[in-house]
Structure formats: structure tokens, C-alpha cells
């Protein structure tokens, strides 16, 4: 059990975003200022550093420390992230598990054991990543994306502007833009956690604590709430960027 709960915490919380509680709904307007969505996603890929240098950037990693809430209990978990977008990513979960993707191929290592991903996993990580690829913002000046307002609501007591995200065999993501600042202060979207069955969770993430990192900003605590319920607070930690990583970390994983 405390394995699958590892995995699911570190699947929901793999860094920067994912699902809503308190699902928004569409709106017609926001309050009494009719704004252009446009205007709203290019305010903040300025804000985040700009189209090219987002868009050129497409390597991070990073450390993650996370206080996993399960009940009454949390358990704090040291995490290493490697991720070059949109399709490659590598995890090491300090004394569970490593889990790499990369394009159509993936593997899990537990201890000596190095197993390929099953073909839901797989589509889950396809699907996780997805959303967070465009929690960098670059990718939302892609084709084939719409914008749709919701209602304005206040996170942390700031005043936002959102907007829903939707394209074709994905999910929808919601992004709540500081109305000030124009940093992405809050996402929602629907998930569940890798290997789980059943009705997709609700889960908000929450930005805070940005920092200048290669030009760009970046959010450094995130905290996760799922169906209602606080699920995970995350210190990101060590954060780099630059346009490509080496190939090698996501090979298929090797005991050392």
C-alpha cells in the first residue's frame, strides 16, 4: 500500500500542476471586464519569461521534497526530476523507484527489478505530461487549442482571470492568471494516479514563491488538493533549465 501511494503521490504531484476540486465551470464573462483570453495567455508567457526563451527551453530538473497527506498521517518523500518536453521524463524516488518515459517506450525499477511500463501507464504519463507541458506556457500558443473565460475567483486573496484550456483526445486545464502579476497562480484539470482505477479525481495545485531561473519564472511550493482534500504540499528545490538534457537518463533504467 505504501508503495501505490509513493507512486500515485509522485505521478499527481510530478511537479507543476494537475487537477481541480471544485471543478470551474464555464462562463459567458469575467465580472464586469470583458478581456481578450489571448491577451491573458501572452500577459503571462511574458511574465514567464517570453515565447522564445520558453519555447527554447524545453530541459528542466529539479528536487522536490513532499509532505504526502494520507489521513491523519504525512510522510515527507526526496524526489529528483528530469524532464525535456514534451515526451521524456526520468524520476528517482529516494529509496522506492525510478520511472523513466520516454516517447512510446517506459520502465519502472524497483530496487534490482526493471520492468516496461504497461500500455495504461503509459497513457497515463502521456496524458500527465501533457498537462504539465502546458503548464510552461509555450505550448499554448499551439494550434488546435481553445479558450473558454470562467468565472473570476480569488486565490491566496488575489484576484485572477481564468481560463479554460481544451484540445482534441485530451483533458480540459484550467489556468487562473494573478490579475496583477500574470503568474499562474492556480491550475485545475481532472486526473487519477498511476495505477488507480475508477472516476478521475478532482485536484487543484496552488503557485506560490516564484524565482528567476534562466530568465524565466518559476513557481517554488505547490500544493496539491485532491477531491477537497489536502493531498500534497511540494518545496521544488536546485531548479535548472536549458535546451537539452543527455540522452542518457532516459534510457531504460540500470541497477548501479
Known sequence: MERQMTMRGLS????????????????S???????????????????????ERLSRLTAQTWRAKMKIHEGEQVRTVDAKYAVQWPDKLR????GSYTMVRNGD???LMQGKIVQDLTTDQLLFLKEDMYVNWLRTLAP???KGLRYQSVPPIEVEG???????????NHRDVVFLFDKQTHDVVKTETQSRGLGEEGELANIESFYSKFEKVA??????RVKIVRDGELFMEIEISDIQRSEKLDAKL???????
Open 250 to 256: 532516459f534510457a531504460r533504467p540500470e541497477q548501479e
Open 105 to 107: 517506450a517506459g520502465w
Open 158 to 168: 488575489r484576484e485572477t482571470v481564468g481560463v479554460r484550456v481544451s484540445s482534441a
Open 140 to 142: 499554448l500558443r499551439g
Open 215 to 220: 530568465g524565466t519564472r518559476v513557481p517554488t
Open 12 to 27: 499527481l504531484g510530478l511537479w507543476l500542476a494537475v487537477c481541480g476540486s471544485g471543478w470551474l465551470q464555464a462562463g
Open 91 to 94: 524520476s528517482d524516488v529516494a
Open 29 to 51: 464573462a469575467l465580472a464586469q471586464e470583458p478581456v481578450s483570453l489571448t491577451e491573458v495567455v501572452e500577459q503571462a508567457i511574458q511574465t514567464a519569461g517570453g515565447a
